[in-house]
Nanobody, 126 residues
Framework: QLQLVESGGGLVQPGGSLRLSCVAS????????IGWFRQAPGMAREGIAC???????GYADSVKGRFTISRDNAKNTVYLQMHSLKPEDTTTYHC????????????????????WGQGTQVTVST
């Protein structure tokens, strides 16, 4: 069974850092583009970072310069390192996998992704 499991969320003060992990089981990530998405209550889903199977990355303007996506194919894991966190970063973060993209660049469009994790909650607050 193909599954993505996120971890690493939690409560952090503004300006703090967290590293989220996305571990795949039932398939190997190295053939997939991986994206991180978030959706606050009442808001549209936002694609915030992605990494293609060849390692190209993309970021939403809202996180550019603060978040870094990386992958460790040997561990079948993708990471999202988050720095300078703000209260508006508070929400549930999901990773997703897209198979079969013919492009070297990844997309932040959620409807392109095939498999989704259940999410991990990030709360930025004093």
């Amino acid at each position: 069974q193909l599954q993505l499991v996120e971890s690493g969320g939690g409560l952090v003060q503004p300006g703090g850092s967290l590293r989220l992990s996305c571990v795949a089981s039932g398939f190997t990530l190295d053939s997939y583009d991986i994206g991180w998405f978030r959706q606050a209550p009442g808001m549209a889903r936002e694609g915030i970072a992605c990494i293609s199977k060849v390692g190209n990355t993309g970021y939403a303007d809202s996180v550019k310069g603060r978040f870094t996506i990386s992958r460790d194919n040997a561990k079948n894991t993708v990471y999202l390192q988050m720095h300078s966190l703000k209260p508006e970063d508070t929400t549930t973060y999901h990773c997703a996998a897209e198979y079969g993209s013919p492009y070297s660049d990844c997309t932040l469009r959620g409807d392109e992704y095939d498999y989704w994790g259940q999410g991990t909650q990030v709360t930025v607050s004093t």
